[in-house]
């Protein structure tokens, strides 16, 4: 008995070591260092002896020059409103999806929905371009029934970056929706529908109380993956329509200035954490339950 | 509102024209890339000349199509490789991670859990640079005390795969994690009362039980590391893989090439998405 026990003990205690060292290893050498690392290089800048010293000048350089935290406010900004639009366009789409059609084209419209989504975002982005630019499909068909005299020019401006951020990034609110929307009680919305509340108190009162959840975790991800996302704004956006990821991008690849560039991305990684965490305390949200 | 209440013409026709609005705005650009790829013209864009599938298959001087196209075979060669590599190791290590968060307890598990899903809420360009400083920090290390010159630790395709594992094997992780929770754990303890050690039982019980959301996970891991590009975009060496190297021909112009390679791309994507989704029926049905 007390035998067994014990090899029970021992077989454990290997089978927890064989799980824990290569969860261990990834979350470390890949997550922690290189996040510690990337802090420690942010606070670093050549003297004017030029050696490596410890420094505030790359945070200080953030800003005193304008452009900088210009980028910064204006990723957040948009970010945040991409993040809405996205949300106003997929809300009815997921009601719709869940509660209003026919439950037999339920499955297929859903599947119809994802697919977009398997295909990768360059290909999505690109297409966008051919559709929009100057010598695009749409500007040929609107000169061919004659609502334009000569094409113009629709690529990078903001609001085709903000479309495209948009395109990107609805698979990641609508998913979460329609899980959230299909645990809602049909007979709520019937009751509240019986005793004379209109559409709109109905969609104040129960749909967005009910699906708070669904809507945190979607807005996170949405907001994560705009504030982070680099291809959209770039092929998308316009010379003026810069993103703060391609302030990194730039000081990394060609300023070749690493420290400025760390320095940023921790500025952006503060951001991120910051609104999501804001967001998650706003609606009283656990990041533990949302990522599931 | 909803479909057992009596609903207003004007109301169901709304809803019915903003579905048909919304799929072609999430279809047209696709179908769009897809049409052009076959049109016999210099440029991805209309007027139709005719259909050709030049843009494929042919090796003129003036036109090569994609399967004559080194650059770009290339790039599909080493995305290929990168997606194989960090499935396997993501697979692998975020399975280990499901069991480690199901069915071990040990101190600062909360902790560690944390720092598990942390990837989920870190940009992609954030952890590219990271992976980028620490390896090059690495790298000078080695070099200045050992005078060790580790091709690991400069830009190139196994960075890459570091880099891209990071993120996906949470994924993983999370996936697996889910079914592992409804796994019923009598199961197990019957097998240990037969003689069964934790391998063994771990081997012939929980991994049959897991292997629809192995596949699933390992699908999507496939996936999104052949499409990644926030994460690749620093870590890249001289190899580029396919999105690098599709977004630096985009950047400058493009040719119905482009086109070509997206159609096979959406070709692809959509048949591994419907095979991984009926495998995982199946299994589904099978359990």
Redesign the interface.
């Known amino acids: 008995m007390n035998t067994s026990a014990r090899a029970k003990n021992r077989?454990?205690r290997?089978?927890?070591l064989?799980?824990?060292a290569?969860?261990?290893l990834?979350?470390f050498l890949?997550?922690?260092?290189?996040?510690i690392?990337?802090l420690i290089?942010s606070f670093r800048a050549e003297n004017d002896m030029g050696d490596m010293v410890w420094s505030l000048s790359n945070y200080r350089n953030f800003f005193e020059e304008p452009v900088y935290w210009l980028t910064y406010v204006r990723t957040a900004i948009y970010s945040v409103l991409v993040t809405f639009l996205t949300f106003c366009?997929t809300l009815?789409?997921a009601f719709?999806i869940t509660?209003?059609?026919?439950p037999r084209y339920q499955g297929f419209l859903t599947i119809?929905?994802l697919?977009?989504f398997?295909?990768?975002?360059?290909?999505?982005?690109?297409?966008?371009?051919?559709?929009l630019?100057e010598?695009?499909?749409v500007n040929?068909?609107l000169l061919k029934i004659g609502l334009l005299n000569q094409p113009i020019e629709m690529l990078y401006r903001d609001t085709t970056m903000v479309l495209g951020l948009v395109?990107t990034s609805?698979l990641f609110m609508v998913v979460p929706l329609i899980s959230v929307l299909e645990s809602l009680d049909?007979s709520l919305?019937?009751a509240a529908?019986d005793l004379g509340a209109n559409?709109w108190s109905?969609l104040f009162k129960i749909i967005i109380p009910h699906a708070t959840p669904g809507i945190v975790s979607g807005s996170?991800?949405v907001f994560?993956l705009t504030?982070?996302?680099?291809?959209t704004p770039?092929?998308m956006g316009g010379k003026n329509s810069l993103w703060f990821?391609e302030q990194?991008?730039n000081q990394?690849?060609a300023s070749f200035n690493?420290n400025q560039?760390?320095a940023f991305?921790f500025l952006?990684?503060i951001i991120?954490?910051l609104i999501?965490w804001l967001g998650l305390t706003l609606s009283r949200q656990k990041?533990?339950k949302v990522?599931? | 509102m909803i479909r057992t209440l009596p609903q207003s013409r004007g109301y169901s026709f709304g809803f019915k024209l903003y579905m048909l609005v919304y799929f072609t705005f999430l279809f047209a650009p696709l179908v769009i890339t897809c049409v052009l790829a076959f049109n016999d013209s210099q440029f991805p864009s209309l007027p139709w000349k005719g259909f050709t599938l030049e843009w494929f298959t042919a090796d003129l001087p003036h036109r090569v199509g994609i399967f004559h196209d080194r650059i770009n075979l290339d790039s599909i060669w080493v995305s290929l490789k990168v997606a194989s590599f960090v499935t396997l190791l993501a697979v692998g290590v975020g399975t280990c991670g499901a069991f480690l968060f199901e069915q071990e307890e040990f101190r600062y598990k909360q902790l560690l859990y944390f720092l598990m899903i942390s990837p989920l809420v870190i940009p992609g360009v954030i952890l590219g640079i990271s992976i980028l400083m620490f390896s090059t920090t690495l790298g000078l290390y080695f070099e200045q005390s050992w005078n060790l010159d580790v091709a690991l630790f400069r830009p190139g395709v196994w960075l890459v795969v570091l880099g891209q594992f990071s993120f996906i094997a949470t994924l993983v992780t999370l996936v697996v994690s889910a079914r592992l929770k409804k796994f019923d754990r009598t199961l197990e303890e019957a097998a240990m009362n037969l003689g069964a050690n934790r391998f063994e039982v771990i081997w012939y019980i929980t991994l049959r039980f897991l292997r629809p959301a192995i596949i699933g996970s390992g699908a999507v891991a496939f996936l999104m590391s052949f499409e990644n590009f926030n994460t690749t975009l620093f870590l890249v060496g001289s190899e580029a893989t396919l999105p690098i190297n599709l977004y630096l021909q985009v950047r400058d112009g493009s040719t119905p090439v482009i086109n070509a390679i997206s159609f096979l791309l959406i070709l692809g994507t959509s048949l591994l998405a419907l095979v991984s989704s009926l495998v995982a029926k199946k299994s589904d049905q099978a359990t």
């Open positions: 077989n454990f290997w089978g927890l064989f799980f824990l290569p969860v261990c990834w979350l890949l997550i922690v260092l290189p996040h690392d990337l290089m366009i009815p789409l719709y509660k209003v059609v026919c119809l929905l697919m977009p398997w295909v990768s975002e360059l290909v999505r982005v690109y297409g966008w371009m051919i559709l630019r010598s695009g499909v040929h068909f395109y609805m049909d919305i019937e529908h559409t109905i996170i991800v994560m504030l982070g996302n680099y291809l770039n092929l990821t990194i991008y990394f690849i690493w560039g760390s991305g952006l990684l991120s954490s999501v990041l533990g990522v599931q």
